[in-house]
């Protein structure tokens, strides 16, 4: 059985069920219904595993699927939800410009002694002065383009390792294991 024909013939989507069942319940209400319509948009046409549908055939319920993924992922789904940098988080902060100076003023004279004395006497024929002066300047900075692709990658590869994960779980996978992490 393909999972658009479960959801014909009166299943409650997956994405819903674990919503239900409080593995999700640290996502928006209208992210639920969104996320189980694109879980149905990429996934109707997929069959489930023989187990899945053989369970289903006694009562078209994912239910107990769902609490079983309750179990096998709802703690690494949350951690990996809860780890993610949010706009609030010190990265989104700016750096402030900062401009310091250090100079430096040297005068090299080379001394020689007599064959017979012991006392230095200045040799004028090798004098030099030097001047150093060094600037460092660290510009503002402002994060506003990191936070994007932080959001990018909120949505990107958490929704992608959820959606992996319950695919992996109740379809039939040809090539094996879809997950890339």
Known sequence: MMYSE????G????IQLLANNQTLSYLLSDD??????AFLLENGEKNFSIPVENLL????????????MKVRFGKTWKTLFNSIPQDSDPLANEVTKTTG???????????VAGYDSDTMVNDNSNQSTGSNKTTQT?????????TNL???LKNNVYYDILFSDIRNYIFVTVYGNERTL
């Open 57 to 68: 055939k006694n009562e078209n319920d994912l239910t107990p699927i769902a609490n079983m």
């Open 150 to 152: 932080l959001g990018e």
């Open 32 to 37: 639920i219904k969104t996320l189980d319509s």
């Open 101 to 111: 100076s250090m100079d430096t003023n040297n005068q090299t004279t080379n001394q």
């Open 138 to 146: 660290v510009t503002k900075m402002n994060y506003e383009n990191l």
């Open 11 to 14: 299943g409650t989507g997956i």
């Open 6 to 9: 479960y959801l014909k013939n």
